[in-house]
């Protein structure tokens, strides 16, 4: 029979057969059964090994037909191993207890990648709570299955999930770029428990750890990965630089505001964006505002000599340029510039490091982005669990099950 034939070649069955397809109330059940001119094989070494006994029938959801819903219907078997003992049979079509094919798994969390959770379900007709456990039984086999052999530098950093309220620590690898952990909060804990996890498998390769130098989690880092060098992340500074100047110029234009005097208003990206970037009309206000003796254009003029420092070759000359750099700031007379100035001294070692391995977060910032896609889909994902899910699924470039057949 053709259906028959169509299943045993897409599932790529080898020891099992097809004994019949059925129609049960408007949906197609396929049972199976073991080949007996075959031995069978033990799911824990993948070994040859003789049969025990039979469990009881299971059912697993599989990839609809036609728009038909399918079942398998199987009562798998268990062996008995030299090496494993008693073990139930390798599955072709199962991943572990999963209740869904692990062809139905793939198809489901190949689409829950390009639109949301939602519309999956729709389209295939099947319970969200069904595209959830496809995607957790591919990102189960992911994480299993990864390699982590060549993780040499990693950047730490936070996104929020609900705008602001929870945070998740993400840990990513930057040369991949990929990511290798997630976890809920932004605490000293968050980070212990990424090194329970995952962190002793990478320690012995990891040479360099990039972070903001305001996380919460350095003591750890310095503790859990001591012959690793920690950078503090370029971008996360600068951002630092411009929230400084930002303030500088909010304050200011509350004072000139009292007086009746709306200078400042609207110039907020007239100061922050780089000067190149500027449009015709920023850059007519520009050179007017320039004109008049402001605190603002001041700080400004101090967040734009800050990006020489990057340029430096040498460690030796950036601390150099550093430490004139801070004398400007801290005689500015401009307290977030000072308070700024400050903190990048307070953390100069650190940052210096920069000088001797040239590693930012900026690598990931793509990931960051697609992180924030997700979590702006992130309806539905209302768990930390399932925010996890998402974001490895999207971000950490996992290794997905050879299938015998693809059915999209
Ligand atoms: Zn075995």
Known sequence: MLIESIVRKTLGL??????????????LAVYLSPDKRYKLICSGCHERASG?????????????????????VYAPRRVECRKCGVKVEEIPWAQGKSPLSIFLSVVLATWAKLVAWQVVSRIFGVHWNTV???????????????????????????????????????V?????????????????????????????????????????MWAPYIEVIKKRFPNALLVFDKFHI?????????????????????????????????????????????????????????????AYLLKEAFRKFW??????????????????????????????????????????NYFHMRITNATVEGLNNKAKVISHRAYGYRT?????????????NLPEPQLAHRFL
């Not at 208003?265 to 320039?290: A, M």
């Open 14 to 27: 080898k020891r099992h057969c097809v004994e019949r397809v059925k129609d049960e109330k408007g949906q």
């Open 52 to 72: 025990y006994d039979t469990l009881s029938v299971r059912r697993w959801k599989h990839v609809p037909l036609w728009g038909i819903p399918v079942e398998l």
């Open 172 to 212: 990513y690898d930057l040369t991949t770029p990929r990511l290798l952990w997630s976890g809920e909060d932004r605490k000293s804990e968050t980070l212990e428990k990424f090194f329970k996890e995952l962190g002793k498998r990478i320690l012995d390769t990891v040479d360099a750890v990039c972070c903001d």
């Open 238 to 298: 600068v951002r630092h630089l411009m929230e400084a100047v930002d303030t500088v110029r909010k304050e200011e234009a509350r004072k000139l505001k009292d007086k009746g005097i709306e200078l400042l208003k609207g110039t907020k990206y007239i100061w922050l964006k780089n000067p190149w970037n500027l449009t015709d009309k920023q850059r007519v206000r520009f050179s007017d505002l320039e004109k008049v003796n402001l605190k603002t254009h001041r």
């Open 132 to 170: 959830r456990k496809a995607v957790r039984d591919l990102v189960e086999y992911g994480l299993m299955h990864r390699d982590l052999t060549g993780v040499v530098c990693i950047g730490i950093d936070e996104i929020s999930r609900r705008k602001g309220h929870v945070y998740h620590t993400q």
């Open 384 to 396: 930390a669990e399932t925010f996890k899910l998402a974001l490895y699924h999207g971000l950490g």
């Open 311 to 352: 340029d430096y070759t040498y460690p030796a000359w950036a601390e150099k340029y550093l430490r004139q750099w801070f004398w400007w700031a801290t005689h500015s007379r401009l307290e977030p510039m000072r308070d700024f100035a400050w903190m990048i001294r307070e953390h100069q070692e650190e940052i210096l």
